[in-house]
Nanobody
Framework: QVQLVETGGGLVQAGGSLRLSCAAS????????MGWFRQKPGNLREFVAA????????FYPDSTTGRFIISRGDAKNTVILQMNSLSPEDTAVYYC?????????????????WGQGTLVTVSS
């Protein structure tokens, strides 16, 4: 059974940083692309960052470029989202996702597996 578990959410002041972690289990993710999305109340799920597993070429939307960094964690099958210069507009539930596809990674419909989400709240 594939499972993705996000940790690291919480409350932070504007301008601060948070580090989210996603631990994947249930199978080898060596050929999976991994992504992060976020969802604000009443909104659709929004792309935040992603990379193909091998090679690990990351890419981001304009809203997070230069502030967020997606990377592999030190532990096997983990993905990190380092978020810097946070603003209240970044407040959302953040989700980790995985897919065997290596294209269309900005689209949440591309992903087969999702974590339960972790709440990030940025105060002004």
């Amino acid at each position: 059974q594939v499972q993705l578990v996000e940790t690291g959410g919480g409350l932070v002041q504007a301008g601060g940083s948070l580090r989210l972690s996603c631990a994947a289990s249930g199978r080898s993710f060596s050929t999976y692309a991994m992504g992060w999305f976020r969802q604000k109340p009443g909104n659709l799920r929004e792309f935040v960052a992603a990379f193909q597993w091998s090679p690990s070429i990351p890419f981001y939307p304009d809203s997070t470029t230069g502030r967020f960094i997606i990377s592999r964690g030190d532990a096997k099958n983990t993905v990190i989202l380092q978020m810097n210069s946070l603003s209240p507009e970044d407040t959302a539930v953040y989700y980790c996702a995985a897919t065997k596809k290596q294209y269309g990674l900005r689209d949440p419909d591309t992903y087969n597996y999702w974590g339960q989400g972790t709440l990030v709240t940025v105060s002004s």
